[in-house]
């Protein structure tokens, strides 16, 4: 029953912003750690961001630090990621994930596709 449901992606412009926004249910949110992947046409998936279950720290790869913020609200279920100054290479299908922190327990979105084109 455990589902992630991203959305917010779409077509911008180098240099724009987008919000993508995934909502989580069927577990107890507030005790996974959330995170943000993404996969370029031929590529692997990769890591991008990631936030602890209350919020409290946040990580990002190298290739987004200072462009992206992720963020949570425990309240509505809901994770985050602002996508500032974006790029080309920022392109890529967008993937939420979510984490226990006890015993390991993994939840995949169905992905978001960004395409930043002039």
């Known amino acids: 029953q455990a589902r992630l449901v991203e959305s917010g992606g779409g077509l911008v412009q180098p240099g724009g912003s987008l919000r993508l926004s995934c909502a989580a249910s069927?577990?107890?949110?507030?005790?996974?750690?959330m995170r943000w992947y993404r996969q370029a046409a031929g590529k692997e998936r990769e890591y991008v961001a990631s936030?602890?279950?209350?919020?409290?720290?946040?990580d990002y790869a190298d290739s987004v630090k200072d462009r992206f913020t992720i963020s949570r609200d425990n309240a509505k279920n809901m994770v985050y990621l602002q996508m500032n100054g974006l790029k080309p290479e920022d392109t890529a299908d967008y993937y939420c994930?979510?984490?226990?922190?006890?015993?390991?327990?993994?939840?995949w979105g169905q992905g978001t596709q960004v395409t930043v084109s002039s």
């Open positions: 994930y979510a984490r226990s922190v006890g015993i390991m327990t993994e939840y």
């Open positions: 069927g577990f107890t949110f507030s005790r996974y750690i």
């Open positions: 936030i602890s279950s209350s919020g409290g720290s946040t």
